[in-house]
């Protein structure tokens, strides 16, 4: 008897251990650059308003993913092979469209190391890029690449964290306006609301966690209450990353200092925190990138592993090529600003489209067996839904036309 409960105990914090890196891996493939870039533009823009933006796209982030991850649970599926079963042909279209997205995204990710390492150590970024590259490949080389991913993720995750809430005391935010403004905000952003939600659930990035659940053998109808803590707390993470970040930029906006345009978060910690200041901003920045890098490419992957055995069989050797082929891009032409941008459109589209398809599946016994999906996690997902697919096509319809100008 004490063998089994000695097991079961091991089992437990395994599992719990899972659940923990699925949560980190998620959270810190959201917070890359443009998660920086987009918190920082948007507090300079809403000021203590920008605190209802950020409350309304958790509580959408939220309805998104916890439906997503508990779908892709109970089927036992990747999204790509459920998407497949609904309507024939459609899980490689959004496979095509995370692929893409992925690869664009991830030269942003890789030039965005490369900036963190040479603000850090003063490298040339090309050269802070290829390094940084070379680590995020020999995470998957090693044996146990899903567990060192896990603790990775998970160590720079708190380090942003720590170094970020360190910036916010420096900078001495007014707590108390942008508390009462998160809840009677003096003017409300929708477009940023759907940014946010983009940002943070969008594409690849709410797939991270769930797809890793399921390599990691977590799945199954008694599972459902794990994964929901586990799909919450990802969101927490992001969020608490997102609050502090707002709280800091508050800090050097309320005080009348003066936030480059060209690297908006940069000036954030150098003004609240001098040159100590840019010296973290650094850490944080390739910390955010080197993670996203490494999420981008393990999920991307993950939306092929299941098309063919070759693919199954080598798929570490896959994303090392989809980082090789990201830093390749960004070494030789730098970052194609037009695919970027087009890339961001369509991911705008992306879980709409994605969140769309699980939630259909949620009620096909043909796919998700006897688990019955509660009939207000698919009003949430409905809304979500309506919300980001018509904004995601005004983002496409409007930036479409500037790619060929």
């Given at each position: 008897?004490?063998?089994?409960?000695?097991?079961?105990?091991?089992?437990?914090?395994?599992?719990w251990?899972?659940?923990?890196?699925?949560?980190?891996?998620?959270?810190t493939?959201?917070?890359?650059?443009?998660f920086?870039?987009?918190?920082?533009?948007?507090?300079?823009?809403?000021?203590?308003?920008?605190?209802?933006?950020?409350?309304?796209?958790?509580l959408?982030?939220?309805?998104?993913?916890t439906?997503i991850?508990r779908?892709?649970?109970?089927?036992?599926?990747?999204?790509?092979?459920?998407?497949?079963?609904?309507?024939?042909?459609?899980?490689?279209v959004?496979?095509?469209?995370?692929?893409?997205?992925?690869?664009?995204?991830?030269?942003?990710?890789?030039?965005?190391?490369?900036?963190?390492?040479?603000?850090?150590?003063?490298?040339?970024?090309?050269?802070?890029?290829?390094?940084?590259?070379?680590?995020?490949?020999?995470?998957?080389?090693v044996?146990?690449?899903?567990?060192?991913?896990?603790k990775?993720?998970?160590?720079?995750?708190?380090?942003?964290?720590?170094?970020?809430?360190y910036?916010?005391?420096?900078?001495h935010?007014?707590v108390?306006?942008?508390?009462?403004?998160?809840?009677?905000?003096?003017?409300?952003?929708?477009?940023?609301?759907?940014?946010?939600?983009?940002?943070?659930?969008?594409?690849?990035?709410?797939?991270?966690?769930g797809?890793?659940?399921?390599?990691?053998?977590?799945?199954?109808?008694?599972?459902?209450?794990?994964?929901?803590?586990?799909?919450v707390?990802a969101?927490g993470?992001?969020?608490?990353?997102?609050?502090?970040?707002?709280?800091?930029?508050?800090?050097?906006?309320?005080?009348?200092?003066?936030?480059?345009?060209?690297?908006?978060?940069a000036?954030?910690?150098?003004?609240?925190?001098?040159?100590?200041?840019?010296r973290?901003?650094?850490?944080?920045?390739?910390?955010?990138?080197?993670?996203?890098?490494?999420?981008?490419a393990?999920?991307?992957?993950?939306?092929?592993?299941?098309?063919?055995?070759?693919?199954?069989?080598?798929?570490?050797?896959?994303?090392?090529?989809?980082?090789?082929?990201?830093?390749?891009i960004?070494?030789?032409?730098?970052?194609?600003?037009?695919?970027?941008?087009?890339?961001?459109?369509?991911?705008?589209?992306?879980?709409?489209?994605?969140?769309?398809?699980?939630?259909?599946?949620?009620?096909?016994?043909?796919?998700?067996?006897?688990?019955?999906h509660?009939?207000?996690?698919?009003?949430?997902?409905?809304?979500?839904?309506?919300?980001?697919?018509?904004m995601?096509?005004?983002?496409?319809?409007?930036?479409?036309p500037?790619?060929?100008?």
């Amino acid at each position: 008897m004490n063998k089994e409960n000695k097991l079961q105990s091991q089992n437990e914090k395994s599992n719990w251990s899972i659940l923990l890196g699925a949560a980190f891996l998620m959270a810190t493939s959201a917070i890359g650059p443009g998660f920086l870039t987009q918190t920082t533009v948007f507090t300079e823009q809403l000021a203590a308003s920008f605190g209802f933006v950020i409350l309304v796209s958790i509580l959408l982030d939220i309805g998104a993913q916890t439906n997503i991850w508990r779908i892709l649970v109970v089927a036992e599926k990747r999204a790509q092979d459920i998407a497949n079963l609904v309507f024939p042909g459609l899980g490689y279209v959004i496979a095509t469209l995370i692929v893409l997205g992925g690869i664009a995204f991830n030269i942003g990710n890789i030039g965005g190391a490369g900036l963190g390492a040479n603000v850090v150590f003063g490298l040339d970024p090309v050269t802070g890029a290829v390094i940084s590259a070379v680590i995020a490949i020999a995470i998957f080389l090693v044996k146990e690449a899903g567990l060192l991913m896990d603790k990775f993720t998970q160590v720079m995750g708190f380090v942003m964290i720590a170094l970020t809430i360190y910036v916010v005391f420096n900078a001495h935010p007014p707590v108390g306006e942008a508390v009462i403004k998160t809840f009677a905000p003096d003017t409300i952003d929708m477009l940023a609301i759907v940014t946010l939600v983009g940002g943070t659930v969008g594409g690849y990035i709410t797939f991270a966690g769930g797809h890793r659940l399921l390599d990691a053998g977590i799945k199954g109808i008694d599972a459902v209450p794990q994964v929901t803590k586990s799909s919450v707390s990802a969101i927490g993470i992001a969020s608490i990353m997102r609050i502090f970040l707002f709280l800091a930029a508050l800090g050097v906006v309320a005080q009348g200092l003066p936030i480059d345009p060209e690297n908006p978060p940069a000036s954030v910690f150098q003004q609240a925190a001098g040159d100590i200041g840019y010296r973290l901003f650094g850490v944080v920045m390739w910390a955010a990138a080197i993670t996203s890098v490494v999420g981008a490419a393990y999920t991307s992957v993950s939306f092929i592993r299941t098309f063919h055995p070759l693919i199954e069989k080598y798929h570490k050797y896959i994303i090392v090529g989809f980082i090789l082929l990201s830093t390749g891009i960004f070494t030789t032409i730098g970052k194609p600003v037009k695919m970027l941008i087009l890339a961001g459109a369509l991911n705008g589209l992306i879980l709409p489209i994605a969140l769309g398809v699980m939630l259909v599946a949620a009620h096909k016994k043909s796919i998700i067996g006897s688990y019955r999906h509660p009939i207000w996690m698919t009003a949430a997902g409905v809304f979500v839904v309506l919300l980001m697919a018509t904004m995601g096509a005004y983002t496409l319809v409007n930036q479409l036309p500037t790619l060929f100008e």
